[in-house]
């Protein structure tokens, strides 16, 4: 499928009640393009006000009596499926608007929308099969119901936007729950044209609505909402803290949170080292670094570890960087001056803490927001860009002698959202996998994840999961009804 670099958004304005209309204030904002740093279009801001108007629609359409809480399951089955056929109509026109908006490689951004589709499609086939049970009660019947919780608000982030809406979109509709999502105002331009594809698709008012704008005002007014019962927010820890006193200091809403990872990866003597690097390379590298479980700190053993790094940093030395919509580049550009800057403060922090720079370390031109894919190898495991996360093309290689000490340090940082193992041993393997502190394990693979499979973290890395049958949990209120027996 060849990309559209020249794809016009066609929509800009923010989504309230099946219908795009200006912001309260009037107010517009610019999304830019990343590799240029140019702007694409100018977008509707949204703030409290707009908020408020969303939350109403919504509200009104999860009454008892409104036509989408009158949907048998079947019928939302078949309006998910419906949006999940125009998302492919669509799919070249959204993996361009994903390239524009993100700066992520066009073929990244179709397997983006496909991933987002399938979770969509699997979402839709839960809507009859959450159930409640029958308990045994004596001289009562007693049962229990599992219902939608309400209006949710959903707030995304800006590293995968199309595939953090479907996440969050697919467990709320197949429970049937309504819906007031904002978009990272750095890429809101796919989740405008969904909404569109929505109503296209027959959802009716209120279910899905689209607010553009910025944390501070939008997602903060979606944060206190006192009509908002439950939130999903994925982004950094510092903001996840935010929103979590925010739900607690207005009407103790419901709060799921994906937050950030410093995710091992560890290389036993005995693999394959070409396809551990390789593995590894591809672990952090991916979508420039910018994915909270990127496996960012490679343990090697001793015995492989010269050679390892040898090869690690001709991997990235050959890394192809450069215009995203371009054939066979690799790694497009960061997503903004802001990371990019932090990206390098933490290349110069591992050069001045003693970390040997293997590979890269530098900014790319000085057009858009490129970064050289960077290996540092010798770091240690109290240096900066080993304790915090980077979320850019920067690959930190640690040594390590044994297994109890693998875990031990494996399990050395405040976050727990995912970790890797690469062995041949299986009680190597799986001695790590059960004592390591993360939310998701992969043996001899890393980020498998699949829609049908639960995703979230341990400690700093958040509460709740997303995807799977437990990702419908952050959206169903358990009711126990019982009767007495005569």
């Not at 991933?115 to 839960?126: R, V």
């Not at 936007?161 to 819906?179: D, E, H, Q, R, S």
């Not at 007014?221 to 739900?247: L, N």
């Not at 080993?386 to 850019?392: N, S, T």
């Amino acid at each position: 499928m060849t990309a559209d670099p020249s794809a016009q958004p066609k929509y800009t304005k923010l989504f309230i009640n099946n219908e795009f209309v200006d912001a309260v204030s009037g107010k517009t904002f610019a999304t830019l393009n990343p590799a240029t740093g140019k702007e694409i279009i100018k977008v509707s801001e949204g703030d409290k006000a707009d908020v408020d108007l969303a939350v109403e629609a919504a509200k009104k359409a999860f009454h008892r009596n409104s036509a989408w809480r009158k949907l048998s399951p079947l019928q939302r089955t078949n309006l998910m499926n419906k949006l999940c056929v125009l998302m492919e109509r669509d799919k070249k026109f959204l993996a361009s608007l994903e390239t524009q908006d993100n700066g992520k490689p066009f073929a990244e951004a179709l397997f983006d929308v496909t991933y987002s589709i399938l979770t969509l499609q699997y979402y839709a086939g839960w809507t009859d099969k959450f159930f409640g049970d029958t308990i045994p009660a004596g001289g009562f019947i007693s049962m229990t119901r599992k219902e939608p919780i309400g209006v949710v608000g959903q707030i995304i982030p800006w590293n995968y936007p199309l595939l953090m809406l479907a996440w969050k979109w697919g467990p709320a509709l197949a429970v049937g729950c309504t819906i007031v999502m904002k978009p990272a105002e750095q890429t809101p331009l796919t989740a405008l044209h969904m909404a569109a594809l929505a109503k296209e698709a027959g959802f009716p008012a209120g279910v899905i609505n689209v607010i553009n704008g910025f944390g501070p005002t939008a997602g903060a007014a979606i944060s206190e909402h006192p009509q908002i019962a439950k939130v999903a927010f994925t982004g950094s820890v510092d903001i996840g803290r935010i929103v979590m006193e925010a739900a607690a200091k207005s009407n103790l809403k419901r709060v799921s949170l994906e937050l950030g990872g410093k995710s091992p990866v560890v290389v036993f003597d005995d693999a394959d080292i070409d396809y551990a690097v390789e593995t590894t390379h591809e672990a952090l590298f991916s979508n420039h670094g910018q994915s909270c479980c990127a496996g960012s700190r490679t343990y090697v053993h001793e015995k492989i570890y010269d050679k390892f790094v040898e090869k690690a940093a001709a991997k990235a030395k050959a890394r192809k960087v450069g215009n995203p919509f371009e054939e066979n580049i690799q790694q497009g550009p960061q997503i903004d001056d802001e990371m990019l800057n932090k990206v390098l403060g933490y290349i110069e922090s591992g050069k001045q803490q003693g970390a040997k720079l293997q590979a890269g370390g530098k900014r790319i031109g000085n057009v858009g927001y490129f970064i050289e894919p960077t290996v540092f190898s010798d770091v240690k495991d109290d240096m900066k860009i080993a304790q915090e996360e980077i979320f850019g093309p920067v690959q930190s290689i640690f040594k390590f002698s044994t297994l109890d000490e693998m875990i031990d340090r494996a399990n050395n940082v405040q976050y727990g959202l995912a970790a890797g193992i690469i062995t041949n041993d299986i009680n190597k393997a799986m001695k790590f996998a059960n004592s390591v502190d993360a939310g998701s394990v992969w043996i001899n693979c890393y980020d498998a994840v699949l829609p049908q499979t639960p995703f979230g973290g341990y400690k700093h890395s958040g509460i709740g999961r997303e995807l799977g049958k437990d990702g419908l949990d952050n959206y169903l209120e358990t009711k126990t009804i019982t009767m007495k027996l005569v």
